[in-house]
């Protein structure tokens, strides 16, 4: 089965996971605009241990709540798909941040 190679951009964000949005969590919150926006796909991640620009280390090593915990939301799609998610991230991120860049993606062309 032979890959293909595609360019994409990848836009990831980190909240901690706690961090509440209506009834939901805004990491949930953020899933479910992606898929209601028809963004190629996203995954989310708990991530065991983080520290920000305040030097605040967060995470399973350190007594925080679980709430406090970091999470990664990465969702890859082109340039003009992600750029839907902005107003929706520049309402409502406001406790967490957003990188943005270029990837490349390997994989069979029944996956592309």
């Known amino acids: 089965m032979a890959l293909q190679r ?3 951009e990848r836009l990831e964000i980190f ?3 706690g961090t509440p ?4 969590t805004l990491y949930e919150a953020i899933f479910t605009e992606a898929r209601r926006l028809g963004l190629a796909g996203a995954t989310i991640t708990r991530c065991n241990l983080g520290y920000g620009p305040e030097n605040r280390v967060r995470g399973k090593a350190t007594l925080v709540p679980a709430n406090e915990v970091p999470v990664k939301i990465e969702i890859i799609d082109t340039p003009e798909k ?6 929706f991230l520049e309402k409502n991120l406001k406790n967490g941040i957003a990188v943005r860049g270029t990837v ?5 062309a029944e996956m592309i």
């Open 6 to 8: 595609i360019s994409r």
């Open 15 to 17: 909240v901690p996971s």
């Open 21 to 24: 949005l209506g009834d939901i």
């Open 82 to 87: 992600l750029d839907l998610m902005l107003p």
């Open 104 to 108: 490349d993606i390997l994989a069979p």
